[in-house]
């Protein structure tokens, strides 16, 4: 444990924590960088500095619920990184989060070779379907992550514990372990394609198999003003058992579930304001398809303050969330469920440094509408009751 730790320690430092590590350089002094997350522009090979570059972020906060007064305090995100260059045209990144549910978890470990409108990475890294399901603390608007970051990549299975039968609901989240390739170019506007070919175990899981998970995304337009962008994903899950019943006898059966994830984005972005749209849907083949559905609208204005003020600026912000067939464990009954909602989020963030995300004080309110099909855990299942929140994010 204590070599693992002196590794760990060692190869600490700074990837872009916003989850787009592929950048070359620090973002410029904007809003618009760090909320939409665009791919920074590389310097030129004479400003190439081989020193690495360390960053990192912590998100902490306090949750309340309406429905029944009960309250906690939570370390959401712990994470540190670092990138850099080992050539004019090959750069790292390596990223750590310390209090992933408890555990310290190895986020991105790859290497970039890059040269003029292509670029190649390889190792664990986000797999580019979505860019809500990318965003990280220093780029999430909201306290809490839309349905899509947070469901859309789920799976289910089910595993004997002696004789009984345990659910389980995962997702394969954002990363794996793999190649992915971009080229961008210029078809009147801006473009650029993304593919990418990965294990389809998820993150810090090097299993054989005799196929790989593909994902592929085309980018349309700058990063300011209006552009729009498509993904599809296909491969399987890492789901490799089941419980099935056999004249009476519960067994594990092995099994391959296929995933299918198709999604679309549009945003425009100005000087002080962004507003953007993604819808997105999964299916699982198993013996009948399993859809789940998801989109959302949200954005925020932001004012400047007057100088030596409490917050650099504030910026209101909504989203409208919208979900069907959503994937969870009933807490009472310890099995797979499902649920159809949408929710409000509202709130006001106080950035505490010029950038927008980088130091802010959030608070937030969500509110659900779940009409008649609660589910019978809503008591117990904070995960879908109204809430305000309360949250600080320092990224450095």
Do not use: C
């Given at each position: 444990?204590?070599?693992?730790?002196?590794?760990?320690?060692?190869?600490?430092?700074?990837?872009?924590?916003?989850?787009?590590?592929?950048?070359?350089?620090?973002?410029a002094?904007?809003?618009?960088?760090?909320?939409?997350?665009?791919?920074?522009?590389?310097?030129?090979?004479?400003?190439?500095?081989?020193?690495?570059?360390?960053?990192?972020?912590?998100?902490?906060?306090?949750?309340?619920?309406?429905?029944?007064?009960?309250?906690?305090?939570?370390?959401?995100?712990?994470?540190?990184?670092?990138?850099?260059?080992?050539?004019p045209?090959?750069?790292?990144?390596?990223?750590?989060?310390?209090?992933n549910e408890?555990?310290?978890?190895?986020?991105?470990?790859?290497?970039?070779?890059?040269?003029?409108?292509?670029?190649?990475?390889?190792?664990?890294?986000?797999?580019?379907?979505s860019?809500?399901l990318?965003?990280?603390?220093?780029?999430?608007?909201?306290?809490?992550?839309?349905?899509?970051?947070?469901?859309?990549?789920?799976?289910?299975?089910?595993?004997?514990?002696?004789?009984?039968t345990?659910?389980?609901?995962?997702?394969?989240?954002?990363?794996?372990?793999?190649?992915?390739?971009?080229?961008?170019?210029?078809?009147?506007?801006?473009?650029?394609?993304?593919?990418?070919?990965?294990?389809?175990?998820?993150?810090?899981?090097p299993?054989?198999?005799?196929?790989?998970?593909?994902?592929?995304?085309?980018?349309?337009?700058?990063?300011?003003?209006?552009?729009?962008?498509?993904?599809?994903?296909?491969?399987?899950?890492?789901?490799?058992?089941?419980?099935?019943e056999?004249?009476?006898?519960?067994?594990?059966?092995?099994f391959?579930?296929?995933?299918?994830?198709?999604?679309?984005?549009?945003?425009?972005?100005?000087?002080?304001?962004?507003?953007?749209?993604?819808?997105?849907?999964?299916?699982?083949?198993?013996?009948?398809?399993d859809?789940?559905?998801?989109?959302?609208?949200?954005?925020?204005?932001?004012?400047?303050?007057?100088?030596?003020?409490?917050?650099?600026?504030?910026?209101?912000?909504?989203?409208?969330?919208?979900?069907?067939?959503?994937?969870?464990?009933?807490?009472?009954?310890?099995?797979?469920?499902?649920?159809?909602?949408?929710?409000?989020?509202?709130?006001?963030?106080?950035?505490?440094?010029?950038?927008?995300?980088?130091?802010?004080?959030?608070?937030?309110?969500?509110?659900?509408?779940?009409?008649?099909?609660?589910?019978?855990?809503?008591?117990?299942?904070k995960?879908l009751?109204?809430?305000?929140?309360?949250?600080?994010?320092?990224?450095?």
């Amino acid at each position: 444990m204590a070599l693992r730790t002196t590794l760990i320690l060692f190869l600490l430092g700074s990837i872009s924590i916003n989850g787009f590590a592929a950048a070359a350089s620090l973002p410029a002094d904007t809003s618009r960088a760090q909320t939409r997350g665009t791919d920074i522009p590389l310097r030129k090979s004479d400003e190439i500095s081989y020193l690495p570059q360390v960053y990192g972020a912590v998100k902490v906060k306090m949750e309340l619920s309406t429905i029944n007064g009960e309250y906690r305090f939570n370390v959401r995100n712990s994470r540190i990184g670092v990138k850099g260059f080992v050539s004019p045209n090959m750069r790292y990144a390596v990223q750590v989060d310390f209090n992933n549910e408890g555990k310290i978890s190895i986020l991105d470990s790859y290497v970039t070779y890059f040269r003029k409108n292509f670029e190649f990475s390889l190792g664990q890294q986000q797999y580019k379907f979505s860019t809500d399901l990318d965003r990280g603390p220093s780029s999430n608007m909201f306290a809490n992550r839309s349905f899509i970051a947070k469901y859309l990549t789920s799976y289910y299975g089910s595993v004997l514990t002696g004789d009984a039968t345990e659910e389980y609901v995962k997702t394969i989240g954002s990363r794996d372990i793999g190649a992915l390739a971009r080229y961008s170019f210029l078809a009147g506007i801006p473009m650029r394609i993304t593919i990418g070919a990965f294990n389809g175990s998820g993150s810090n899981n090097p299993e054989w198999s005799k196929s790989v998970n593909l994902s592929t995304r085309l980018d349309i337009g700058k990063r300011d003003g209006f552009g729009g962008a498509a993904s599809f994903y296909t491969g399987r899950t890492p789901l490799d058992v089941h419980v099935v019943e056999v004249n009476g006898v519960k067994k594990e059966e092995d099994f391959t579930q296929k995933i299918r994830m198709w999604g679309g984005e549009l945003h425009y972005v100005g000087d002080r304001f962004l507003i953007e749209a993604e819808v997105a849907q999964r299916i699982l083949f198993d013996k009948e398809k399993d859809i789940i559905t998801a989109a959302h609208i949200q954005g925020y204005y932001q004012f400047g303050l007057p100088k030596n003020s409490f917050a650099e600026h504030i910026a209101p912000i909504a989203r409208w969330d919208t979900g069907h067939g959503i994937d969870f464990l009933n807490a009472d009954t310890k099995m797979h469920d499902r649920f159809s909602a949408n929710r409000m989020t509202i709130g006001v963030n106080f950035g505490l440094s010029p950038k927008l995300l980088k130091s802010e004080l959030r608070l937030n309110y969500e509110k659900y509408f779940l009409g008649h099909h609660k589910p019978s855990d809503f008591a117990a299942n904070k995960l879908l009751q109204d809430k305000f929140t309360i949250e600080v994010v320092a990224s450095f």
